[in-house]
């Protein structure tokens, strides 16, 4: 035994101190804390921090691993495997709105420097930058200017990966890419932890920490509130693009926070974690009869439900339609995609009214409307 033990000291040594030499790594990780989110670690050790992107379409496959080395430091000896980059950010090119969001959570908005569809994007600072020419606009996510990026020259670009879909000619640049799936979490509070992943970029952990400990409360109180509701009534969401219906998967995020609101998601007996597309035929075979529709767009006026007949006509077959209790969410000027990735429990109140209105009598919608005719 004491054999054993001693081997086992040994091999605990020499693992924690791979290299004494001047500038290169000595300690063992300091795990960071991550509760919810399963799409990311991060691991501290005394010269650098790892992040470590997880694959989430092949649990057997790491994305991405960052390897950041504070700025002022010289760069280590013997650095692992990884993406190198220095931290904190001082500058970057933003891919969406979820980007600029956590950013301005993080009172770090004015790193960015570049912003691809800047007109979806619903923060002031971010529409001033472009029209004053201090923020560039890089066109659109999915082609987005490669010319105006380099001219941007930010230290890193962060990105939201889809499924089988590549960066193209971005990667030519050389300019290391930050890729965040955080949509692809199964629960509202795993996506929003991913504020915690943003925070080791750009040195803000602690506010991180504080920002997401209050989330945790209150989505936590909502949430156990209506736990005990006997009374779940049935609802679907979103409408046709194209020829295809895409909905929130069983085991989504949003599946589940439509649970934690007190409902029944028509598709929660489903295990896909992201978008589900279906057709339409689909959808009211399984969908035709629920009682809430719930409606994300983006247009000048609200919608109705004389323009949703005139928009595609079997939308009226719809048991939702004919009894007038579908919600439409206007993204066009509600912050919804602001405040969803990082403050889920801003929408898991707004759910929980919208179904147990009773509930939360003096609660007032930011978000949603119900349709007129």
């Known amino acids: 035994m004491k054999y054993i033990a001693f081997f086992i000291a040994i091999v605990f040594f020499v693992s924690c101190n791979t290299n004494t030499n001047k500038g290169s790594i000595q300690e063992c990780a300091d795990v960071y804390h991550i509760e919810y989110a399963k799409g990311f670690d991060i691991k501290k050790y005394e010269n650098y921090t790892e992040v470590t992107v997880n694959d989430p379409w092949d649990s057997t496959k790491i994305l991405q691993k960052y390897i950041l080395v504070d700025r002022d430091n010289s760069v280590p000896d013997n650095l692992p495997e990884g993406t190198l980059i220095r931290t904190p950010l001082t500058s970057v090119a933003a891919y969406s709105t979820i980007h600029c969001t956590v950013l301005s959570e993080l009172n770090m908005l004015n790193i960015v420097k570049g912003v691809c569809e800047p007109h ?34 930010p230290d890193a670009i962060m990105a939201t990966p889809i499924h089988g879909l590549p960066y193209g000619s971005i990667a030519k640049t050389k300019i290391p890419m930050i890729e965040t799936p955080d949509y692809m979490e199964s629960s509202p509070l795993g996506r929003a932890e991913w504020i915690k992943f943003y925070s080791a970029f750009i040195g803000k952990e602690q506010l991180a920490d504080s920002i997401f400990k209050q989330t945790v409360e209150r989505y936590n109180t909502i949430k156990d509130k209506m736990a005990s509701i006997n009374y779940r009534p049935t609802v679907f969401s979103d409408h046709r693009y194209g020829n295809v219906w895409y909905t929130a998967g069983g085991k989504s995020y949003m599946g589940n926070m439509l649970k934690d609101a007190g409902a029944n998601y028509i598709w929660s007996d489903n295990e896909n974690t992201g978008s589900l597309p279906l057709s339409f035929e689909e959808v009211l075979d399984k969908a035709g009869e629920a009682q809430f529709w719930l409606i994300k767009y983006n247009q000048p006026n609200n919608l109705s439900y004389k323009q949703l007949e005139e928009e595609y006509k079997p939308y009226s077959n719809f048991a939702a339609f004919k009894n007038k209790n579908i919600y439409g969410c206007n993204t066009g000027y509600a912050t919804y995609y602001e405040d969803l990735p990082i403050h889920p429990d801003y929408v898991l109140e707004e759910l929980a009214h919208i179904f147990h209105p009773e509930i939360f009598p003096d609660y007032r919608p930011k978000y949603y409307n119900k349709l007129e005719d």
């Open 120 to 153: 979806f994007v619903d923060i002031d600072y971010i529409q001033k930058g472009v029209k004053n020419g201090t923020i560039e606009d890089l066109g659109m996510a999915s082609n987005p200017n490669i010319e105006k990026i380099i001219l941007v020259d």
